[in-house]
């Protein structure tokens, strides 16, 4: 088994993102091999006193974009989860300080 760190990549910062914290869902980006089982067990390893109620996950495709002044590259595709966690539980402290 991978170590919780190893699956959780980073946290993904956006508005929509951000947005969903007040119903309590967090977003990560996780590693792409990662069952949900792992990437709750990650979390509640992560972030001491949270408990996981589902979690969702979702592949991102790298977009077309050029790299110069002709030549066509991609970026890197990703796996995101998204986390929501039991209304009972402990919020995650480091999305809190972002809002």
Do not use: C
Not at 10 to 29: C, D, H, L, N, Q
Not at 31 to 50: M, Q, R, S
Not at 79 to 93: G, L, M, N, W
């Amino acid at each position: 088994m991978k170590a919780a760190q190893d699956i959780i990549i980073r946290p993904v910062i956006t508005e929509r993102s951000m947005g969903g914290i007040a119903t309590g869902k967090y977003t990560f980006e996780v590693a792409k091999d990662a069952n949900k089982i792992e990437i709750a067990e990650a979390v509640e390893i992560l972030f001491p006193g949270t408990k996981v109620a589902s979690v969702n996950t979702m592949h991102v495709r790298g977009k077309q974009k050029r790299m110069g002044k002709s030549r066509p590259g991609m970026t890197k595709s990703w796996k995101k989860a998204v986390v929501t966690i039991k209304a009972d539980s402990k919020k995650i402290e480091f999305f809190e300080s972002m809002v």
